[in-house]
């Protein structure tokens, strides 16, 4: 059965770090990617971050770049996103994905992820 577990949301003020941690079962993550997305109240969903695990190639949204990082441990089966400088703008609940296809992930296709975990809330505020 394949799921995803993300972990590490919290309360955290602006300037401060959470480190997210997204753990597959019921798949190898070596064999494609994953992608964290996040949604704001009243907010579409959209795309942070991903990673090819075959390649370790990333990518990541404007708003994103320079303050998370992603990265996977393929022997804990585990990808995390380390987020600093955190602003209220970040906000929201977190979803990792697995990514369905075995070329560069794209955070702009949704359709390109086809399994989703519960979700991590993140609020930053003072």
């Known amino acids: 059965q394949v799921q995803l577990v993300e972990s590490g949301g919290g309360l955290v003020q602006p300037g401060g770090s959470l480190r997210l941690s997204c753990v597959a079962s019921?798949?190898?993550?070596?064999?494609?990617?994953l992608g964290w997305f996040r949604q704001a109240p009243g907010k579409d969903r959209e795309g942070v971050s991903c990673?090819?695990?075959?390649?370790?190639?990333?990518a990541y949204a404007d708003s994103v770049k320079g303050r998370f990082t992603i990265s996977r441990d393929n022997a804990k089966n585990t990808v995390y996103l380390q987020m600093n400088s955190l602003k209220p703008e970040d906000t929201g609940v977190y979803y990792c994905?697995?990514?369905?296809?075995?070329?560069?992930?794209?955070?702009?296709?949704?359709?390109?992820?086809?399994?989703w975990g519960q979700g991590t809330q993140v609020t930053v505020s003072l």
């Open positions: 990673i090819l695990s075959t390649t370790g190639n990333t």
């Open positions: 019921g798949f190898t993550l070596n064999s494609g990617g």
């Open positions: 994905a697995r990514w369905r296809f075995f070329w560069q992930c794209d955070i702009t296709a949704v359709n390109g992820y086809d399994k």
